[in-house]
Every structure is written in structure tokens, then in C-alpha cells.
Nanobody, 111 residues
Framework: EVQFVESGGGLVRPGESLRLSCVASGLTFTSSVINWVRQTPEKELDWVSTIAPDHTTAYADSVMGRFTISRDNAKNTVYLQMNNLKPEDTAVYYC?????RGRGTQVTVSA
């Protein structure tokens, strides 16, 4: 069974940073494309970023230049470094692969 466990969320002020982690199990991690997606308070589910097995990355325009996705294959872990956070980044952040998704971690950006 594919499982993702996200962590690292919290309440921060605009301009601050957070680093999210996602530990994966039940899959061949080294050959898996992993995504970060987020669900806003309005319940919209937005794609944030993707990392391929060869570490190729892609980002939504809204986070380009502020977020960095990375992976540690030895730890079956994907990270999302989030800098210069904005109130519109407030959401529950999920790690996902195809139809699989974790329980998420809440990120709240508020002054």
C-alpha cells in the first residue's frame, strides 16, 4: 500500500519560511514522480510542484522562485522548501503520486 506522511507545516508570518517533508512507503521511490499539491481554504486543489526520479523539477507559476522541491532517495523523502511565504499560500499541503495522497500538513500564513 502506497503511503505518504507529510510534516513540517505551521503558522508563520508573511515573508517567513517553512520546510515540508514527505516520507513515502509502499512504492519504488527511486523511480517515482512525486508531486506536492495544496488545498486552499476555498477547497480548491492546486498543483504546486513535481520532482522526477532524475531530480528534474517543475513549479506552478505562483510559487516559482520561492519554493524548491528536492528528494533524498536514501530516505524515501521529498522536501518542499518554502521561502517568502504569502497569505495566499495558506493551504493543506499534500504529497501525491497518481491517485495516492497523504493526510497533509497545514500551512497558515498570517500577520
Amino acid at each position: 500500500e502506497v503511503q505518504f506522511v507529510e510534516s513540517g507545516g505551521g503558522l508563520v508570518r508573511p515573508g517567513e519560511s517553512l520546510r515540508l517533508s514527505c516520507v513515502a512507503s509502499g512504492l519504488t521511490f527511486t523511480s517515482s514522480v512525486i508531486n506536492w499539491v495544496r488545498q486552499t481554504p476555498e477547497k480548491e486543489l492546486d498543483w504546486v510542484s513535481t520532482i522526477a526520479p532524475d531530480h528534474t523539477t517543475a513549479y506552478a507559476d505562483s510559487v516559482m522562485g520561492r519554493f524548491t522541491i528536492s528528494r533524498d532517495n536514501a530516505k524515501n523523502t521529498v522536501y518542499l522548501q518554502m521561502n517568502n511565504l504569502k497569505p495566499e499560500d495558506t493551504a493543506v499541503y499534500y504529497c501525491s503520486m497518481m491517485t495516492h495522497r497523504g493526510r497533509g500538513t497545514q500551512v497558515t500564513v498570517s500577520a
